[in-house]
């Protein structure tokens, strides 16, 4: 049993990422509902936090059936870092984690997100300030170092263990990868089968299919594996790992009906969680997964992101549910 904390997450849990646009309430609504069985807010910038931005804010939401939870806080100062935990504590999550990861220029080279993988001194001091800071467990998702000359990963996972992270994720990149390349999974293996490191170490990049879940649990022997971008507009990746891992058997794709009564629930939810017009905004990014590989899907799509209409939308997904019954079949 893998647990971080006193959090029960069974044998093998899968994860879902914190991603920035993407892992908004709507969106791990439909995941969890799907196998997700611990999932992260979108980070959230500790400035914004500290300042009550409207938009950090919001990203606090958190509902009982997302449970457990973490709320995922980025930033370069420490003291800010300290406050945010506490503001993100009091949303009553069960886990505060720490964005030392994100690749993008307006973060990492500010000192935040993966920049700090320059200053490992600093990202200790700070972590042991938030673990000090918080009742709750805090974990930390990280990648494999700033460049190929700078991958310092064991040396940071025992800094990080000393101050008591509970957890800790590995993207199995550098910063200066981005998301290019493969992702190398046997450095995450080299710190989780460390004699030194006890914490339960997840891993995270690539996995795309139940048999690269299946094949890299049983080589890398990890504590479990985090999907993101695999599951954007394919929700059912969770459930079909765990089916694949206990039977070595294939669910069947989700029919047609079965994708656009997700796509339905997932754009309902966006309209009541955001302002009706971000809400439809929102959704556009997850329509072409919702429907990849449809036959001729093209004009369809068309309509799905151009229009502006809630009641539009939605007489569009039943017409796509009629005109596209049997055409799951076809999807690979």
């Known amino acids: 049993m893998v647990k971080i904390g006193n959090i029960e997450l069974g044998i093998f849990p899968l994860l879902l990422a914190p991603m920035e646009d993407v892992s ?63 503001i993100a504590e009091a949303a009553q999550p069960e886990i505060i984690d720490i964005n030392y990861g994100c690749p993008v220029k307006k973060v990492a080279c500010k000192g935040a997100g993966a920049g700090i993988l320059l200053d490992i001194p600093k990202m200790q001091e700070m972590t042991s300030e938030i673990v000090k800071q918080v009742s709750l467990p805090v974990t930390v998702k990280t990648r494999l170092g700033w460049d190929d000359s700078t991958i310092r990963i064991l040396e940071v996972a025992k800094r990080l263990q000393d101050v008591g992270i509970q957890a800790l994720t590995i993207h199995g990149r550098t910063r200066a990868q981005m998301y290019k390349g493969e992702a190398d999974w046997t450095k995450i293996a080299e710190v989780k089968h460390h004699p030194d490191i006890h914490i339960p170490i997840f891993g995270n990049g690539d996995i795309d299919s139940p048999e690269k879940a299946l094949d890299y649990r049983n080589r890398y022997e990890l504590d479990g594996i985090m999907i993101g971008r695999a599951a954007i507009g394919y929700p059912w990746i969770f459930n079909e790992i765990k089916h694949f891992m206990k039977t070595g058997e294939h669910l069947a794709a989700p029919d047609m009906k079965t994708r656009v009564a997700t796509a339905k629930k997932h754009l309902q939810f966006s309209l009541e969680w955001k302002n009706e017009l971000q809400g439809i905004f929102e959704m556009r990014r997850h329509y072409t997964n919702y429907f990849r590989g449809i036959p001729n899907f093209k004009p369809y799509r068309a309509r799905l992101v151009e229009s502006e209409n809630p009641e539009e939308l939605f007489n569009i997904l039943d017409e796509i549910s009629a005109v596209f019954e049997d055409a799951y079949a076809l999807v690979e």
């Open 24 to 86: 908004d309430p709507p969106f791990r609504a439909v995941c969890k509902e799907n196998g997700a069985d611990l999932m992260y807010t979108e980070f959230i910038s500790s400035e914004g936090l500290i300042r009550n931005a409207e938009k950090s804010v919001q990203k606090l939401d958190i509902y009982d059936y997302e449970r457990p939870i973490g709320i995922q806080i980025f930033g370069d100062k420490i003291e800010s870092m300290r406050e945010a935990a506490s």
